[in-house]
T-cell receptor
């Protein structure tokens, strides 16, 4: 198992509500990426945070937002939840050694299973 | 949209047999990685192969990369029941960001 932790494990929300998911990165890692994985699909990149700033974003609407804290932990916030937001949300941490020098190997947490009803 | 496509979508073999999974992708890459996922949980990194490499080994795993065909294969030798999982290839797009783009995966079942 990696040292990446996520909370909560499972979550059930109602359409229109807001949700916050949390991730603690592996010790020594300074970069956090978030992915959405729908049932039967591969993970889809949402965004990445490095030095507390968004550093790349996938094809997700602005109601998906995030934060990275000085200790490199991160939050994913989703506003105005829709039924299609039901998925496994994965956080992955990695080490960026300098500007443009990324460690491509990512260490994934166990995920948060979000169900929107 | 998915960058990679794994083939087959599902594979069922007997313990001790070899399992081969293939991945095709669309755009030029810096590297290609294979990940494993057990029962909808987190992904585990298996192996990374760079665009200038053609073959790489790690234990019972052998990965090949053919950049001219934009394809890769993952071979698991002497499979075990514990190898039962979904396997994904992931690419980082050359010239793009550091994000990983995953395929839909191959679901491998190894029967004891």
């Amino acid at each position: 198992e990696t040292g990446v932790t996520q909370s909560p494990t499972h979550l059930i929300k109602t359409r229109g509500q807001q949700v916050t998911l949390r991730c603690s990165s592996q010790s020594g890692h300074n970069t956090v990426s978030w992915y959405q994985q729908a049932l039967g699909q591969g993970p889809q990149f949402i965004f990445q945070y490095y030095r507390e700033e968004e550093n790349g974003r996938g094809n997700f609407p602005p109601r998906f937002s995030g934060l990275q804290f000085p200790n490199y932990s991160s939050e994913l916030n989703v506003n105005a939840l829709e039924l299609d937001d039901s998925a496994l949300y994965l956080c992955a941490s990695s080490l960026t050694r300098g500007t443009g020098i990324f460690s491509y190997e990512q260490y994934f947490g166990p995920g948060t299973r979000l169900t929107v009803t | 949209s998915q960058q990679g496509e794994e083939d087959p979508q599902a594979l069922s073999i007997q313990e001790g047999e070899n399992a081969t999974m293939n991945c095709s992708y669309k755009t030029s890459i810096n590297n290609l990685q294979w990940y494993r996922q057990n029962s909808g949980r987190g992904l585990v990194h298996l192996i990374l192969i760079r665009s200038n490499e053609r073959e790489k080994h790690s234990g019972r795993l052998r990965v090949t990369l053919d950049t001219s065909k934009k394809s890769s294969s993952l071979l698991i030798t002497a499979s075990r029941a514990a190898d039962t999982a979904s396997y994904f290839c992931a690419t980082d797009i050359q010239g793009g960001s550091e994000k990983l783009v995953f395929g839909k995966g191959t679901k491998l079942t190894v029967n004891p």
